[in-house]
């Protein structure tokens, strides 16, 4: 919802416009994404959509949530089998996208999240559960199709804290991220 009404606020303001070129523009897309929390690859998927001033500065919201499952031994929980480890997150981001005279161009985005995380045995009753937070610095390579649509890969370190850092340890949640990003719309 709130990737809907970033793209709407953008959109308007270009439209707004008397014909002279807008400084103003949205966009919206997907985002797919792997890490490795406790050594293991974990897939992410989710969204984002952001608010564009003078085609270099952007400000957005995400969402990113593990598509798979994270099989964790070796925690004392009085289980007999291995538990299942399930988070996700949302958040803000601010990016800088430098001036664009190719086709392709870096950008820097500084997302900052907040959501869950939560272990589960086998039957899948929550063993443990605790608030997470994100921070994941990302240099992104975009190519532009055409003025509407843009393809960027991204690479950067996913740092994830958890309130309870007993449980989930900081060292195990955090580990590098590779990724693609789609965007659509007014750059």
């Known amino acids: 919802m709130l990737l809907a009404a970033l793209l709407f606020i953008g959109l308007s303001a270009e439209a707004q416009t008397d014909n002279s070129p807008s400084k103003w523009g949205a966009y919206g897309g997907m ?18 959509g952001a608010v564009v001033y003078d085609s270099h500065w952007a400000i957005g919201a995400f969402g990113s949530g593990a598509v798979n499952n994270v099989n964790v031994s070796g925690l004392d929980f009085n289980q007999n089998g291995d538990l299942s480890l399930n988070m996700g997150f949302g958040g803000l981001f601010l990016e800088y996208i430098r001036p664009r005279k190719k086709p392709y161009i870096p950008s ?4 900052f999240g907040f959501g869950g995380i939560s272990l589960e045995d086998l039957a899948e009753n929550k063993v443990a559960k605790s608030d997470l937070y994100s921070f994941s610095p990302r240099l992104n390579w975009e190519f532009h199709l055409n003025d509407y649509f843009c393809i960027g890969f991204f690479s950067g370190y996913q740092m994830l804290w958890a309130k309870d850092n007993v449980t989930f340890n900081q060292n195990d949640l955090s580990s590098w991220e590779y990724g693609l ?3 659509v719309g007014r750059f």
């Open 31 to 48: 985002q797919v994404s792997s890490s490795a929390p406790f050594a293991q690859p974990v897939l992410w998927v989710g969204g984002h």
């Open 108 to 111: 820097v985005r500084i997302p």
């Open 181 to 183: 990003s789609l965007k």
